[in-house]
Nanobody, 125 residues
Framework: QVHLVETGGGLVQPGGSLKLTCSVS????????MAWFRQAPGKEREFVAA????????RYEDSVEGRFHISREDADNKAYLQMDNLAPEDTAVYYC??????????????????WGQGSQVTVSS
């Protein structure tokens, strides 16, 4: 079964940086739009960033615009989320997933590949 693995999370101080990696167990090869979501304790999962199948288009949630950067490397079947100037409100479990097209809506994801375990990001001094 095709699956996703998110790695790279951890504990970081406010203002610090982390880079998350999403590994897909099949060729991504510009087949999918890819996106990152996050879920904070007691909250719904929310959209963070998306990248189109070609990588030419990206979208960000307003609060991360200018601080986070999504990218993809289809040769390695991976997507990345570079997170800079992290703040305590960024604390959450971060998930990636794929969709057959470019989308920012959670309902368009996870129909192809089940959600993975996610990667915990904790921003605290």
């Amino acid at each position: 079964q095709v699956h996703l693995v998110e790695t790279g999370g951890g504990l970081v101080q406010p203002g610090g940086s982390l880079k998350l990696t999403c590994s897909v167990s099949e060729r991504t090869d510009k087949k999918y739009g890819m996106a990152w979501f996050r879920q904070a304790p007691g909250k719904e999962r929310e959209f963070v960033a998306a990248i189109s199948r070609s990588g030419s288009a990206t979208r960000y949630e307003d609060s991360v615009e200018g601080r986070f950067h999504i990218s993809r490397e289809d040769a390695d079947n991976k997507a990345y989320l570079q997170m800079d100037n992290l703040a305590p409100e960024d604390t959450a479990v971060y998930y990636c997933n794929v969709a057959p097209f470019f989308s920012t809506y959670e309902t368009d994801y996870a129909n192809l590949i089940p959600w993975g375990q996610g990667s915990q990001v904790t921003v605290s001094s």
